[in-house]
C-alpha cells in the first residue's frame, strides 16, 4: 500500500502527471501543498550529463529535499550521503530500482494482488539482478550503511 503523498493518511489511487507524487483524492491533488510541491518542482529542475556525455537529463532535486516531509533520521542520513546520491545518479542502477518499485506497486506487472506475492516476485527479480556488479555494490552499500546508523 502506498500512501498519499500529500495527507499521509488515506491510501493512494493517483499519481500526479507532473510531479508524479501519489495521492488519494481530488481534495489532495488541488491542495496548497501539492501545489506548493509543483512550483518547487518548476523551480528545481536540474540537467545532468551521464558518463557517456552525450545524454543530458532533467531530475527533480526536490525529491531529496526533505524540509516539508518528517523523514525518518535514517532516511535523513541516506539522502544527505554523498555516496548514495553518487548510486543514484547511475541510469543503470535507476532503472533497476524502478522496475522493483514498480514490481511492488504494479498488480498488472505480475498478476500478483497481494503485496506478498508482489514482493515475492520482487525478490525472484533481484535474485537474477545478483550478476549485476553495479546491483550487487549497492544493495551490499545501503545494508552497511543501515546497520552502522541504525538507532
Not at 7 to 12: F, K, M, T, Y
Not at 49 to 72: A, F, H, M, Q
Not at 116 to 126: D, L, S
Request: charged share 25%; with cysteine.
Amino acid at each position: 500500500m502506498v500512501l498519499c503523498g500529500i495527507c499521509l493518511d488515506s491510501e493512494s489511487k493517483y499519481k500526479c502527471p507532473k510531479c508524479t507524487i501519489a495521492y488519494c483524492s481530488l481534495l489532495c491533488y488541488k491542495s496548497e501543498i501539492h501545489k506548493a510541491k509543483d512550483e518547487k518542482i518548476d523551480n528545481s529542475k536540474e540537467a545532468f550529463t551521464t558518463e557517456s556525455g552525450d545524454t543530458t537529463k532533467t531530475i527533480d532535486s526536490s525529491v531529496i529535499d526533505n524540509s516539508e516531509i518528517k523523514l525518518p533520521p535514517i532516511i535523513q542520513l541516506l539522502i544527505n550521503n554523498q555516496k548514495f546520491k553518487q548510486y543514484m545518479q547511475s541510469p543503470t542502477l535507476q532503472i533497476h530500482l524502478k522496475t522493483i518499485l514498480s514490481i511492488l506497486q504494479e498488480v498488472s506487472l505480475t498478476n500478483e494482488y497481494t503485496s506478498e506475492g508482489r514482493q515475492e516476485v520482487a525478490v525472484k527479480f533481484m535474485g537474477d539482478l545478483s550478476n549485476n556488479e553495479e546491483v550487487d555494490d549497492f544493495f551490499e552499500w545501503l545494508f552497511k550503511f543501515i546497520t552502522e546508523n541504525e538507532a
